[in-house]
C-alpha cells in the first residue's frame, strides 16, 4: 500500500524492528483503507500529502501537520461520495484523531539508543577472556544476566542521559544551541565550563575518584546495555577518561594503563527494558549501605605508614626529603599530588595521642574509651593543631599545660558545642576571667549548663578583644613592654628569627621619632 509506506516514513519508523512496524501498521490500517474504499482517486490525493512523509523524515510538529491534512481529505472525500462509514470512523475532533496517532508513533518509535546501535566488543585482558558473569547479578530483587569482559576506555561514551547531569546539559544546550560533545561533557563533569550557579569545585568528585583508579583501577565494574549505553559508572568513566587525557606528571604510565582498559558488566542482547530499568533503579536509587572509615582510622593509617618510613631513614631526614617523602605518602594513599591531607593528618594524630595518653595516663581512664571519644571528637583535633605560632590555638595550647589539660578534659566530656568554640581559645588563655568559666564547665556535672558556661568564656574574651581594639594603645603597649622585659636575652638570641628582629628595630626607630617629638612638646607646655 502506498499510502502505509509513506507513514512509515515518518522520523523513526523506518528503523522500527518488526513487530513494532506491524503495531504501526494496525493502529494507520484502518485510516488508508478508508482512503482507498472513498475512491482511487482520492487514495492518489491521500499520496500527495504523504509524499512528504516520504521524502524526509518528520518531525511530530510536521507529522501532525501531514495527518491533520490527510484526515481532512478523506473526510471531504467521504462527503462528496456519500461515504457514511468512513465519516463515521473518522468523527470527531481532528486535533483529537491526530495526537492519537502520532503518540502512537512516538510510543512506538525506537529510541535513541537503538537508532545508534553500534557493535561493542568485550575483549580478554590479562588472562581474562570474556564470558557470562556467575553468579548472575540480582538489581532490584531481579535476576539480570550479564557478559563481563574488557573494553577499552576510549570507546565507551560518558552517559548523557544520566540525571545527574541533567540540569548542566540543558545549560549548555542553551548557551549553546547543541548537545555537548563526549570531550564536552568530560568537562562539565570536572566543572571546566563555567555554567550560571555551579562552582569551579569539583562537584562530582572526579579528581579523588581518579587518584584512587590510578592506584587500584576500577575496582566495581562499570555496566553497559548491549548497544554499549553506559548505565552505570559516569563518575569512574570520566575519572578513567581524566587520567587518559592528564598531561601532568600526577599520573605515570603504570596508571594510565590502569585506566587504558575496565573490565565491564554488559546486558545481553535479550536484555528487556524492565531488566536495564532494574539496573538503573537499583544502582541509584538502592543505597549500597557502604559505611566509610572514619577519619581517625584513616588518619591512624597514614600516620602509622609515616613512621615505618622515617625508621627506613638512615638519619633523620632532611625538610627536602621529608617533603618527598610526604609526597609519596600521599599518593599511596590515593590523597592527590599536595601532602596538605597528609601534614593535616599527622597533626591530627599527635593531637589525639597527646589526648589519648593524658587521659589514660593521668586521668586513669579506660583506654578503649578513650579511644572511642578520640574517634568521636576526631575533627576538632584539626582545629587544635592549627596556629603554632604566637597567636595560634595551638601556640596558647602549648605554653600552658594546665590550660591544654581543661582543654583536653572538656572535649572529653563532649561541652565543646562545635568546632569554631575551639578556635576562639586562643583569646581565653591570658583571661582570668575566661578561663574561670572555663573551669566551671569542667566541674558542672551537666552538659547543658556547662556548655552555657563555655559559651559565657567565649563572651568574655570576644568583649575583652572588643574593648581592646577600642581602648588601644596604651593596653597594647603596657603589654607587649612587660612581654619584652621580660623576655630574657637568650631568647632573643636563640628563638627570634633574623627577620622579625630586623622588624622591631624598625619599629622602634621609628616610634622613636615620634615619642622624640610628643614630649618635647609637653615638656615646653609645662615650661610654659
Known sequence: MRELKGLHSFQGVAEMPKDATQNVQNEFESLIMDAYRVSIELGEEVEAVL??????????????????????????????????????????????????????????????????????????????????VQPRPCFHGRDVPMTGGFIKTADINLWKDNERLDIHLAQFREQNGREPSPPEVLDIMLSRVVLPGVTEADQFEVVALARSIAVNGVRKPPILAYDGTLLDGNRRLAACHYILSSSSDEFDTEAKRRAEYIYVWQLTEHATDDERDAVVVSLNFESDCKLDWPEYIKARKVHEEWQGMLALEPRLPTVRRQAEMKRNLSKKFALGPDTGVVNRYLKMVEWATEFESYHINEKRRDTFEVQHRANRYFQYFDELAKGASPGGVAHALQQDEAFKHLVFDLLFEGKFRNWRQIRELKFINDNEEARESLVRARNEHDVEVAEDHLENAMTIARTRRAENREVGANTRIESFVKWLEDLPISAVRDRVRPDNLLRLQSALRLVNGYVQGVLEVDQRAETA
Open 51 to 132: 509524499q512528504e512523509g516520504r521524502d524526509r523524515p518528520l518531525s511530530r510538529e510536521e507529522a501532525v501537520r501531514v495527518l491533520s491534512r490527510v484526515i481532512t481529505t478523506i473526510r471531504q472525500g467521504a462527503t462528496r461520495r456519500g461515504d457514511a462509514a468512513t465519516g463515521e470512523a473518522l468523527s470527531g475532533d481532528i486535533d483529537v484523531l491526530v495526537q492519537r496517532l502520532v503518540d502512537t508513533r512516538e510510543r512506538l518509535r525506537p529510541s535513541d539508543r537503538s537508532a545508534k546501535l553500534r557493535d561493542i566488543q568485550l575483549v580478554p585482558r590479562n588472562g581474562i577472556p570474556p564470558g557470562p
